[in-house]
Nanobody, 124 residues
Framework: QVQLVESGGGLVQAGGSLRLSCTAS????????MGWFRQVPGKEREFVAR????????YYADSVKGRFTISRDNAKNTVYLRMSSLKPEDTAVYYC?????????????????WGQGTQVTVSS
């Protein structure tokens, strides 16, 4: 089992950047494919990005492609989400998640472990 803790959220102006971190404990993050999701009140949790377990292949939602970058540092047991050119519609609680399966999925229910979330607010 792995425990995930997100950090790095905050308030930023439109056009700005933030880097979110997701640090794992209990098990190596290299044992999982890792994903980032986001959620706003009243809406379903939305896929943002995923990085594969072994080859480090990345996948992005169309809404963030070209602006967000997911990466992992296995030595630090941490996954990152670099967010640039932020827009007010990126405002949400951002969650990281671990998936024990190598099958690429963007559906939240298929992920096995979740962090508590970190708030990102983008002002216009």
């Amino acid at each position: 089992q792995v425990q995930l803790v997100e950090s790095g959220g905050g308030l930023v102006q439109a056009g700005g950047s933030l880097r979110l971190s997701c640090t794992a404990s209990g098990r190596a993050v290299s044992s999982y494919a890792m994903g980032w999701f986001r959620q706003v009140p009243g809406k379903e949790r939305e896929f943002v990005a995923r990085i594969s377990m072994i080859a480090g292949r990345t996948y992005y939602a169309d809404s963030v492609k070209g602006r967000f970058t997911i990466s992992r540092d296995n030595a630090k047991n941490t996954v990152y989400l670099r967010m640039s050119s932020l827009k007010p519609e990126d405002t949400a609680v951002y969650y990281c998640a671990a998936d024990i399966s190598a099958r690429v999925t963007t559906t939240p229910i298929t992920y096995d472990y979740w962090g508590q979330g970190t708030q990102v607010t983008v002002s216009s």
